[in-house]
């Protein structure tokens, strides 16, 4: 369908719509079924502490990941931060647990800490990008370098 909307003369605006209806629509109905499966009954205090100590070592491992794959590429320090904290809000991440749950291969138990980590995720991930990026003004890839 995006091949053949690709080419109308109207393709702008009908990606606009497409972007309004999906915004306003549609993911917020996707968002809201899956928080509707979420069971937090079970939640014990050994669960929360798995989910707590899921949610920072999923975190830790992206920053330390993507960070260091950036510094590989030649990145500055701050730079690698930066590239290591810009985590992804989840929605794959959640489609794969939420097919786990529905074929009974992920408990509920460990579905709960999957949405806890996009939820933390979708919320930090800005506002450290933000610190970051006041804190340290961007600086130029040594592959923009004039020579």
Known sequence: MGI?????EDAPYVERLVDISN??????????SIGLKTDI??????NLLFSVCFVVVALMTKIIGCGLAAKVCR?????????????????????????GLDIGVV??????????????SS????LVLKALFMKMPVQPHPSQAKQ
């Open 41 to 46: 009954s079970g939640l014990t205090p050994e």
């Open 75 to 99: 990145f500055e320090l701050g730079d690698s931060l930066e590239v290591g904290v810009m985590m992804t809000r989840g929605e794959v991440a959640l489609i794969v647990a939420q097919k």
């Open 107 to 120: 408990d509920s138990v460990y579905f709960t800490a999957v949405i806890l980590l996009i939820v933390v």
């Open 4 to 8: 053949v909307l690709c080419t109308l």
């Open 23 to 32: 915004y306003v629509l549609f993911a917020p109905i996707f968002f809201a």
């Open 123 to 126: 919320v930090a991930t800005p």
